[in-house]
């Protein structure tokens, strides 16, 4: 495992430490220690991947006859290639395609700077018609579907800042709750990605931060998702410049389920129907 904590396989025992060199000795009476160093499958913050680099301890604690250190060294590295892989699949840079997608439409057809951006994961991406629910406005969408906050800061410089917004509708931390971050989690990063906007926009451009909605598929995640939205509502209130637009209680029936008609086979993503909720409760933030 990663960030200081300890694998054991066999009598090799893995953790992250300080950057070192790869040596190792044939003795009787050995105990090897692997340290892994600058191992950091994936940072929130910049998304980048650290080589990995081993340092080997010897100490004379236990005996091993006949140990070849090249087939450690290969079992070693079989052991950690996957990870970093996996790693890799799991991070933002998963999303690069679709991000050159946004900039190549962004070159052919320049968007007019002021409009009105909308960014977040799925449910923001297969929303291709949003423009149809708001005529009267310049909308532009550039969700990429999957997204948590994580990537949506890791991207902010590419699928934000360059548009030069009016406001900026954000909607994650659905795939947040998926995934089993905590709410106090997620919070931070929502907060983490409205300073970066302050920042890099200015701090009277509007935030409005969409409620993750309730799901048919991801209702056993509700109290989950209750607490996560509490959190975010209440930072939104306290927040110059910042709102909170509630989709959640709206997409229930009176006996507060989750209406079923307004998904698609899945249960997940919504239909026409799911989108005409959104646009009823959406509609005034979009025209302040």
Known sequence: MVDGRWWTVGCVVLSTSESGYLSYRRRRHLFIQFFIADLHCYNAGTGQLSPPKAIFSVQ????IMNFNCKILTLLFIGLLGPLLLSAQEQGPERWEATIQKFEKADKENPPKSGLILFVGSSSIAKWQDMGDYFPEYEVLNRGFGGSQFSDLIYYADRVIYPYKPSKVFIYEGDNDVGAGDKPKDILKEAKKLRKMIARNLGKEVP??????????????????YLETNALIKKFADKKAYTEYADVWYPALDEDGMVFKHIFVQD???MNADGYKIWQKVLAPYVAQ
């Open 267 to 269: 249960n997940l993503h």
């Open 207 to 224: 935030v409005i931060f969409i409620s993750p909605k309730p799901s048919v598929a991801r209702w056993n995640l509700q109290e989950t």
């Open 60 to 63: 004379k604690t236990m005996t």
